[in-house]
């Protein structure tokens, strides 16, 4: 099943020294059976760009609570053999258990340096969107106004010497 792993600059720094992610709390985001039945209409590739965009989200909190981590979202792309839905924390969200080794990996998903005022933004009210709060879910769709930047594993040291 592909996964997408929310993440930080510093955890692509990890993954990159030891070969394997450990995403925290086994937390992915996926095209599960809850997210298919959420939507009326949209192709499985439509529903994993949904899936990747819960990933950003949750990137945000990761984010913030590392006060040094660089200020650009960053979501994992990987094929594991098992992930548990978990319908009771959201319609995309799994559990995998155990390190996402680097050859699992299909790709690696990053904002560009001009994002990073936006994420700097949207760090500070995540969670204030999630309790409705409109002015703050405004400043999160300007943060998704940036695409992430698509990578190969194989470019992830290239990348990381670059920021």
């Given at each position: 099943?592909r996964v997408y792993?929310?993440?930080?600059?510093?955890?692509?720094?990890?993954?990159?020294?030891?070969?394997?992610?450990?995403?925290?709390?086994?937390?992915?985001?996926?095209?599960?059976?809850?997210?298919?039945?959420?939507?009326?209409?949209?192709?499985?590739?439509?529903?994993?760009?949904?899936?990747?965009?819960?990933?950003a989200r949750a990137?945000?909190?990761?984010?913030?609570?590392?006060?040094?981590?660089?200020?650009?979202?960053?979501?994992?792309?990987?094929?594991?053999?098992?992930?548990?839905?978990?319908?009771?924390?959201?319609?995309?969200?799994?559990?995998?258990?155990?390190?996402?080794?680097?050859?699992?990996?299909?790709?690696?998903?990053?904002?560009?340096?001009?994002?990073?005022?936006?994420?700097?933004?949207?760090?500070?009210?995540?969670?204030?969107?999630?309790?409705?709060?409109?002015?703050?879910?405004?400043?999160?769709?300007?943060?998704?106004?940036?695409?992430?930047?698509?990578?190969?594993?194989?470019?992830?040291?290239?990348?990381?010497?670059?920021?």
């Amino acid at each position: 099943m592909r996964v997408y792993i929310p993440g930080t600059v510093t955890m692509l720094r990890e993954l990159n020294a030891a070969g394997e992610l450990k995403p925290l709390n086994g937390t992915a985001f996926a095209l599960t059976p809850a997210l298919r039945e959420a939507y009326t209409t949209g192709s499985a590739e439509d529903l994993e760009y949904v899936a990747m965009a819960d990933a950003a989200r949750a990137s945000l909190r990761l984010i913030g609570d590392d006060p040094d981590a660089m200020r650009r979202r960053v979501v994992i792309a990987a094929d594991v053999d098992t992930a548990a839905p978990r319908p009771d924390l959201d319609n995309s969200v799994v559990r995998i258990t155990g390190p996402v080794v680097v050859k699992d990996i299909a790709s690696i998903h990053v904002d560009a340096a001009e994002a990073e005022p936006a994420v700097r933004a949207a760090v500070l009210v995540v969670d204030a969107a999630d309790m409705g709060d409109e002015d703050a879910e405004f400043v999160l769709g300007d943060v998704a106004d940036h695409d992430l930047a698509w990578y190969a594993t194989q470019e992830l040291p290239f990348l990381l010497e670059l920021m």
